[in-house]
């Protein structure tokens, strides 16, 4: 996307009043904007006008938007997605973002505050599409190498033991940066500004439930690579490392 260019989000949402509330606060900052009503429309409005970033309600009339985001998974679409919902507990926030979503925002929500997390979110997407950022076990240009871990951050593909591993776009960002300061102890406070955004305003449950989903999938295929430092944050560490 380019500089220039003002970002198109697409909002999915079956209640008119909040489509156009978005709406509006949206093309007063800037950005162009489409919506739809229900998660069908939603689907072929995100594949023919590829938005850079999608507001979804979670409960639309047709399909959850749940349902949604796993369908543009499916499809190998890693749009951006910031669910809509008045649905708050733990549950739904960890199947939303289990999905492929990278944000959740609670209704009602401030205007302001959800402007804030587009732009933290397309903020990173640029910066991720740009190559990165950070330093530490960096190999050749956009390579990552540490322990039995390689991190491709060009082609977006991990692998560990010379096994695939399919990780999610927010999974992605994680693993790399942590993987980016292999062998330090980052504070999740540093985790989220350099992964979800500098204003991100989230509950630390959210990186929590990114954690134990990388530790999932790496623990598969040899012994744990990320450490927990009670009270302060995560460390990537090979096994032998004290």
Request: hydrophobic share 35%; with cysteine.
């Amino acid at each position: 996307m380019a500089d220039d260019v003002p970002p198109h989000v697409l909002v999915i949402d079956d209640e008119p009043n909040i489509r156009d509330l978005v709406r509006a606060a949206l093309r007063f900052h800037g950005f162009t904007v489409s919506s739809a009503g229900d998660g069908a429309t939603g689907l072929d409005c995100a594949r023919e006008e590829r938005p850079d970033l999608i507001l979804l309600d979670v409960l639309l009339p047709d399909i959850s938007g749940f349902e949604v985001c796993r369908k543009l998974r499916g499809r190998g679409d890693d749009v951006p997605v910031i669910y809509l919902t008045a649905r708050d507990t733990p549950t739904d926030t960890v199947t939303g973002l289990s999905l492929g979503g990278d944000d959740y925002v609670t209704k009602p929500f401030s205007v302001e505050a959800l402007i804030a997390r587009i732009r933290a979110l397309l903020r990173r997407t640029r910066r991720d599409a740009s190559g990165g950022e950070g330093s530490g076990v960096r190999g050749s240009v956009g390579l990552i190498h540490y322990a039995d871990l390689e991190i491709d951050e060009r082609k977006w593909k991990v692998r560990r033991d010379g096994r695939p591993i399919d990780l999610s776009p927010t999974e992605f960002r994680l693993l790399a940066y942590l993987a980016g300061n292999a062998g330090q102890v980052v504070t999740r406070a540093q985790i989220l500004e350099n992964v979800w955004g500098g204003e991100y305003t989230g509950q630390s449950q959210v990186l929590e439930t990114y954690i134990s989903y990388l530790r999932r999938k790496l623990d598969r295929y040899g012994p744990p690579l990320i450490r927990t430092q009670r009270g302060v944050g995560y460390a990537l560490r090979a096994p032998d490392a004290r």
